[in-house]
């Protein structure tokens, strides 16, 4: 039997972890060692795997939260 934390199942968004992140596809790619392709497959369908999943984990629980608009002074 193959008991698997829930986290691990969940899919990840990697454009949305990169563009939180304000990074370029390419910016992703030099900062974790890995080729501009391979962001751009992990965007479009192939799921990253091995150490770029726990990375990417990593990442996205350091993603800034969104700041409220200003309101303007009337």
Known sequence: MC?????AMK????KAIRTAH???????????GVN????????NG???RGPA????????SRTPSPTPE???AA
């Open 3 to 7: 008991v698997m934390h829930i986290d």
């Open 11 to 14: 899919q990840i968004d990697v």
């Open 22 to 32: 304000r990074l370029t596809q390419k910016g992703l790619a030099d900062m974790m």
């Open 36 to 43: 501009l392709s391979t962001v751009w497959r992990w965007e």
């Open 46 to 48: 192939t799921p990253p």
């Open 53 to 60: 999943v726990a990375f990417l984990r990593d990442l996205e």
């Open 70 to 72: 200003r309101e303007s």
